[in-house]
Structures are given as C-alpha cells and as structure tokens.
C-alpha cells in the first residue's frame, strides 16, 4: 500500500495549509524507519510523522503516541540539532512524483537565518528521508546509500543531494490521447500498464480503475484516439483538482486490507466510505491497515498453539486405536484358561505346550496352548486369566481415553474453527482467554490479552422481521444457550464445527425463518464451501451442555434436519456494530 502522486498532492495541500507557519518543537524517532515532529503555535499542536517504511511509505499528521526508544539514532540527533525551534514554511511535492520536500527556517551554527529542507522520499522500498543543508548538501539521512550499495545515487553525508530519478513519464497535467494511443500502438501491454507506465504519479490500483471504467475488456492497442482522450481527459481533470488542493474527501475499502483513493473504486465491486479530510483517510487507512495486521499475527500464534495440541490429540488417537486393535485377541487368554482347567486330568503335555479337548467348539478338536513350565496347569490357568483382567482392564481404560480425547479433538476443531472465522481481535482475546484455561497458553499470556469487554453475536434480522443470534467463540454459544429462552429454536449444522444459531421466538417459526436460520447456520461453520450441508433444529429446552463439558459443547434432542443447498453469504450481516460495546 503506498500514496500515489495523485493522493499525494491533495494531502500537501491539505496539510501545507494545516501546518506551515508552525515550530518545530520535539523531534524523535520511534523506529528505525521512521521519524515524528512535534509541531506547534499559539496553542495549536500537530504531530508529523514521516515513514519510510518500504510496505508503506507514509507521511501524515497523527495524534497516536509512540514508544521512543532510550537513545535516539543519529538521525534523530540531526534533526533535532537543526530542526529544533525552526518553522515549517511550506510543504510542496515535485511535480506527481512521491517526494515531498518540507523547508524548515532555521539558524545556522553561527546563528544567521538559513533554510533546512528534509526531503521525503516515499519510493517503496527504496524509500528514504534525508535532511539537506542550506548549500544543498546531505547532512544525513534515515538510510544511508552509498555507491557500494548504489551505481545510480548515493546519499551520504557531505554529498550534493540529488533526488530520485524520474521514470520519464509523462506529467498527467498535461497528458494527451494522442500520446498515449501512440504509446499502447508501440506496445502489447493491456490498458492499465500502459497508463500505470507512461503516466507519472499514477500508481497500479487507479491505473486499474481508470482502464475499467473506459476500456474493461479492451485491449490497449484496439482502442482508438477518441477513447484514449477520453481516460486522459479523466487523468487531466483527476491532476488538476489533486494539484490545486481543490479535493476535500477520499473513498477508503475495506476488506482483506485497506485500499484507498481521491477517486471512487468501482472496479473493486465493494461499496466504499468516504472520509473527509485526506489526512484523515491516509489516517484511517493505516489504523485499518494495523489491526489487519494485529488480527493477522494473533490469529496465527493462536492457529499454531490450537493446531500443535489437535496433531498431538491426533497422534494419541492414533496410538490408543493401536493399543485396542492388540488387545483384540484377549479373549483367548480367558479361552485358554478355562480349557486348562476343564481340563485337568485328562490334559497331555507334548513340547511344552498343553493338548486340551476345546469344549468351545461342538466338534470339540484338540488345541495346544502354551504353558510356563515353572507352574503347574493349575498355576498357568491363573496366569492366563490374571493376563485377560490386565488386557481387559487396559481396554477399558484405552477406551475411556479414547472417547476422552476424540471430545477434546472435537473441541479443538472448534475452537480451530472459532479463531479462522473471528472477525476481529476483541473476539481473537476471547479465544485466547479460552485457550489460556486450557492450558495451551500461559494464564498470563491469555490474562494479558484479555479484551475490554465481551464481544456480542452476530445479529441478524430475516425477512419476516424475526431477530437471530449467531455466535462468535464457543464461550459465547455457552452464552448464546443459557441466556435464551427455553421456547427459542437452536441450530447447528450436523456433526461439524460451527456456530451456535438461535431463533428469538417463543412462537415458532416460519419455514422462511427457519431456511434463513439454517442458511446461516451452515454458512458460518467449516462446511461453508459444501453442498446439501445438513443443520439440525431444535427448541433451546432441549439443548443441554453435559457437567464439565468444554465449551461450547451440548448434547441436544427431539430435533428436526433442514438441508441447506449451497450456503450463501448473509446480506445483512450486523457484526460491526455489534461486535463490541
């Protein structure tokens, strides 16, 4: 995610009349890629916050606090020497390239007025901020390139500083049909690349937007003049409002990770905000950008622990099936002893084994079992049967840990399930705390991530007005069962994990209630992607979860199967307002 030159300018604008005029009056630098100001007058107070971060390159005004480390880089140490106590006298952005210069008044070593410029360099992951002098000189920079690291430019204290080379594009002010029509005939790229290539400041994702708004499933060099005017007429017209800071607004989407722009994404088919203000849209998409990021690591440590203890469980499952599959044939011991003792007496004994009439079997042949030749046939009888008490014992046993650990593999699957499926990290610290009790987790650890408050179901409302819960974490289907009343009607899709569905209605249901509550049922589960997913239904009075049972587990009766064809995404999914009070 980065800021193109359109997006660029109008935040320059936006901030230039923001904040020029304003002192700088604290410098740090919280991490190694990036730098803060702490600009202030006359009780205004803004903090600039400048990152070369090469997934995200950045700068925009931000009231969030960092955490600064115990000694300042050198960097820092620079800029505060010469930063300190200058104003910012304007921001300005070169041409629809991504650097931005910001020019400091400041003093000299002697004292005498001289201007600092601390150039911007947001280049993806050659992205930079240097601090330049008054004679145009590097003073130093948060990454230092030198020609070792380098054959095109070397940014080192006490060399002239020379900004990123241009690409030689074509300015989008000025861009016409003509050439790029000229351009697309001279290539075999589609639309987008052709614009994303030859225009400057026009990043992949307008380039995409622009190309399916004009040409969606042309090629570029079968459109004609006129068509070509036209998306350039668009990039002119899109320049012009940016370069002028004639835009007041942006449009951010949301989805796998934020994507946002000065001009509406169509192409994206999802329905965007708009966000007043460009500071406040960059803002808003690195807030959304960060707790993707957040949900995404919290997710994944808690998949490891979760998916660490099923393979564990697994294995045990495994090995205890062995076990009772050996301990099959422990019914011959018992066979064995009997047959010695009904036949004392008449027994002979032939190399070390005994031959006994087999009165098991109506044609009674004779059989040989094999004796300890230290004990008498009496002695071995008892042996055999102290051997069939241990064999049967240690079935029992097996099968008892057995039916123990394919519950707590259910369990896992559920909780695997749960952490998937959380829509955000509140409901991720819920599970945290869940696994915590388990003891996958140090208490600590899970108490640490504790969320504020518990996170609430997905609501619902179907089409003839009846409310339905779906619920997130299993100690919230815990909740979801006990809280309701005992006339609600429950769901769960048939022998697999998922969520806990309840009909909020002491009258029944009606087959369209019932269907959509089944929809949701299997949708919001692991058979999502199947067919015919079979949801089993039931009133809440006949739901009940077993003493010491994990949670989200219940035993339930006198229900009913609805079959859901192919579970279809709910159109009127509540969950962000609802997730969390």
């Not at 193109?4 to 005029?21: I, K, P, R, S």
């Not at 009780?43 to 115990?70: C, F, M, Q, T, Y």
Request: glycine share 6%; net charge neutral; hydrophobic share 40%.
């Amino acid at each position: 995610m980065s800021l193109d030159g359109f997006v660029l300018n109008a935040l320059v604008h936006e901030l230039n009349a923001e904040l020029v005029g304003l002192r700088c009056e604290k410098v740090h630098q919280p991490t190694r890629n990036t730098a803060t100001l702490l600009l202030t007058a006359k009780g205004k107070k803004h903090r600039l916050v400048i990152s070369a971060d090469p997934a995200w390159p950045r700068v925009l005004v931000s009231p969030a606090a960092w955490e600064n480390p115990p000694s300042p880089p050198f960097f820092c140490l620079m800029l505060r020497k010469y930063l300190t106590g200058a104003r910012l006298t304007k921001l300005s952005v070169a041409g629809f390239e991504r650097v931005v210069t910001a020019a400091f008044l400041g003093r000299d070593e002697l004292g005498n007025a001289a201007t600092y410029r601390l150039m911007i360099e947001l280049t993806g992951r050659h992205s930079n901020a240097v601090l330049v002098g008054p004679a145009g000189t590097v003073i130093d920079a948060l990454t230092r390139v030198s020609m070792n690291l380098s054959s095109v430019r070397a940014v080192m204290p006490g060399l002239h500083y020379d900004p990123p080379p241009t690409q030689g594009r074509v300015s989008p002010e000025s861009v016409t049909g003509e050439y790029l029509h000229l351009a697309a005939s001279e290539s075999e790229d589609p639309v987008h690349k052709v614009l994303y290539t030859n225009i400057q400041g026009v990043s992949g994702l307008l380039a995409n937007e622009l190309a399916y708004r004009y040409a969606p499933n042309a090629k570029a060099r079968d459109l004609n003049l006129p068509e070509w005017e036209l998306i350039a007429a668009q990039v002119r017209e899109l320049a012009h409002a940016a370069g002028a800071g004639e835009v007041r607004a942006g449009y951010i989407y949301r989805a796998d990770k934020a994507r946002f722009h000065i001009l509406p994404l169509t192409h994206l088919g999802t329905p965007g905000e708009e966000i007043l203000g460009i500071n406040a849209l960059v803002a808003e998409a690195l807030l959304f950008s960060n707790q993707s990021e957040q949900l995404a690591a919290l997710r994944g440590s808690l998949r490891r622990l979760v998916a660490a203890a099923l393979a564990k469980t697994e294995r045990r499952i495994q090995a205890l099936r062995g076990d009772l599959l050996k301990s099959e044939g422990s019914e011959k011991l018992r066979r064995f002893g009997d047959l010695l003792y009904a036949n004392l007496g008449t027994q002979r004994l032939e190399g070390g084994e005994a031959v006994v009439i087999d009165y098991y079997d109506e044609s009674m042949p004779e059989v040989r079992i094999p004796l300890d030749a230290k004990l008498s046939f009496a002695d071995n009888a008892k042996q055999y049967y102290r051997q069939y008490a241990r064999a049967q014992s240690t079935t029992q046993h097996a099968e008892e840990r057995l039916r123990r650990d394919l519950s707590h593999l259910a369990y896992l699957e559920t909780l695997l399930y749960g952490i998937d499926a959380a829509p955000d990290v509140e409901t991720l610290h819920e599970i945290s705390l869940e696994i915590g009790a388990m003891g996958l987790m140090p208490a600590t650890a899970a108490a640490k991530r504790q969320a504020t408050a518990p996170s609430l179901p997905r609501k619902f409302t179907c089409p003839d007005g009846v409310s339905i819960s779906v619920g997130r974490t299993n100690t919230q289907n815990d909740r979801l069962v006990r809280e309701a009343h005992p006339e609600h009607i429950w769901l769960h899709v048939q022998k697999a994990p998922g969520s806990h569905v309840l009909i909020h209605s002491t009258a029944g249901a009606s087959e369209t209630t019932l269907h959509y509550a089944a929809n949701l049922a299997a949708y919001y589960s692991t058979l999502r992607a199947s067919t015919n997913v079979p949801v089993d239904f039931t009133q809440r009075k006949f739901v009940k979860r077993p003493k010491e049972a994990p949670p989200g587990y219940v035993i339930y009766e006198q229900q009913r199967t609805l079959y859901v064809r192919q579970p279809t995404a709910p159109l009127d999914d509540q969950q962000d307002s609802n997730s969390s009070t």
